[in-house]
């Protein structure tokens, strides 16, 4: 089992550029999760999707959108890249939302725009 | 506001030697506490998960207090190893909405 991948690992962009952050997961989780990392800061949640072909909004949306077309598949989407965006960006997958919510993570995307 | 906050925000302490982590958090309703461990340029990796009915939880050298009534936890790091350095994460789980409050993480370096 890879268990939980992102693609790439590494990206810069120029402001105003799009890109998409690519999420797969092996272990048929019902939940995914994108999540925002900062120096300083703890995880915040983007976006999320409690099932195939559902999504949420989290704590900090603006200026990213997903799609979770196929239940291992957890797609980023970011339109018009700004400075601030720049952070490492994790995938989390889980089984259910209930109590013992186990989230396991893939190795995270480093993301820099100029 | 819900808030998990840890201290140190950052520790060195040599091989071999004890070491424990503090954790408060204001997250109300509660529903868990985790502790995770993240490796430079890793993502994070679970260590524990305690419920309001779970006092203290081991994993290996790692034990996980949790005193709710305080809203308390630590981790405890026995005879640590330089595999140990790494960021030590506290997360709470809100029982309303099982939202995870993620605290800033502590930073720990462990020298030979």
């Known amino acids: 089992n890879a268990g939980v991948t992102q693609t790439p690992k590494f990206r810069v962009l120029k402001t105003g550029q799009s890109m998409t952050l690519l999420c797969a997961q092996d272990?048929?989780?019902?939940?995914m999760y994108w999540y925002r990392q900062d120096p300083g800061m703890g995880l915040r949640l983007i976006h999320y999707?409690?099932?195939?072909?559902?999504?949420a909004k989290g704590e900090v949306p603006d200026g990213y959108n997903v799609s979770r077309l196929k239940k291992q598949n957890f797609l980023l989407g970011l339109e018009s890249a700004a400075p601030s965006q720049t952070s490492v960006y994790f995938c989390?997958?889980?089984?259910?939302?209930?109590?013992?919510?186990?989230?396991?993570f893939g190795p995270g995307t480093r993301l820099t725009v100029l | 506001k819900n808030q998990v906050e840890q201290s140190p925000q950052s520790l060195i302490i040599l091989e071999g030697k004890n070491c424990t982590l503090q954790?408060?958090?204001?997250?109300?309703?509660?529903?868990?506490l985790r502790w995770y461990k993240q490796d430079t340029g890793r993502g994070p990796v679970s260590l524990t998960i305690?419920?309001?009915s779970e006092n203290t939880k081991s994993n290996g050298r790692y034990t996980a207090t949790l005193d709710a009534d305080t809203k308390q936890s630590s981790l405890h790091i026995t005879a640590s190893q330089l595999s140990d350095s790494a960021s030590y994460i506290c997360v709470v789980s809100e029982r309303s909405n099982y939202q995870l409050i993620w605290g800033a993480g502590t930073k720990l370096i462990i020298k030979p």
């Open positions: 305690m419920t309001f």
């Open positions: 989390a997958s889980g089984l259910t939302g209930s109590t013992y919510n186990e989230q396991f």
């Open positions: 999707s409690v099932g195939e072909g559902t999504t």
């Open positions: 954790c408060n958090y204001t997250v109300s309703p509660f529903s868990n």
């Open positions: 272990m048929n989780h019902e939940y």
